[in-house]
């Protein structure tokens, strides 16, 4: 008997497009060299143009159809985008290709296709999904999380140890890499949108997101995973302990999920083995 689906109406009007869209993030591959040389810059910079713009493309138009009176925090200024009100009491954020160079182009562990639905400055349901692993998640607030895998239904989903992997962001400190490496743990370097999700993935025990300036912090779409992960039960923390804000303006210099709360102070000792101290 197959789970009923997702009640949120954004996870089940668009949950279609963002599985289109991470299959699409995925075709472009092909497209766009994984280790470009400086003479090829032009053509990769197009190539990913193309990418970056086709996958917000195919978000866009089903969000017109179910959310035409949203605003929108979109990385692209594609043709869509002008269909939208510019100011609305509910934002719908996105990021196409999130880990754009090092995970997209240089293949360097997983990428990830993001939406989230913001309402009153406060995330209230999100996609993340990891095209390369054939993952989509969703969650809502209030309603738990959901995953799918390979083109199958969305099912309820939970945050668990998965193995002894860390997803951790590209330009965490290698201090911090070489402290988890030595206890044991495998390090994978990843997008944002891919560590905040770490306690869902098959194989990882926790993500770590670590923003290098300080006084931006994570950034807000960066913090649509951290939904979705608290919503399967996962500790999703910042410095100090703190429950992650779930708005988009509250500053929050590090992202640590993990789904025991001891496991947090794995992250926050590998960051002090780097001089980063709460």
Known sequence: MSPPPPRHPFIRLLAPAVREAAQLARAFEGRVANEPKTDEASEVKQALTEADTGVQEVLLQALHEHYGDVSLAAEEDTPTVSRFPSEAESQVVIDPIDGTLHSYLEARGPYSVMMGLVVRNRYEAGFVALPREGLLFAGARGEGAWVARAGGPLRPVRAGVRGNRVLVTHGTP??????????????VPCCGGAASVAPL???????LRWSDDPGLGVSVRGRIGALIAAEAGAWVRTEGGSVFPSDQTT????????????????????????????
């Open 251 to 278: 500053r929050a210099a590090t992202l640590r999920v993990t789904a025991r709360e001891r496991d947090l102070d794995i992250l926050t000792e590998a960051l002090r083995a780097a001089g980063i101290d709460d």
């Open 201 to 207: 993935v098959a194989g990882c025990r926790a993500g």
């Open 174 to 187: 290698e201090a911090a890499h070489t402290w988890l490496s030595e206890r044991g743990y495998e390090v």
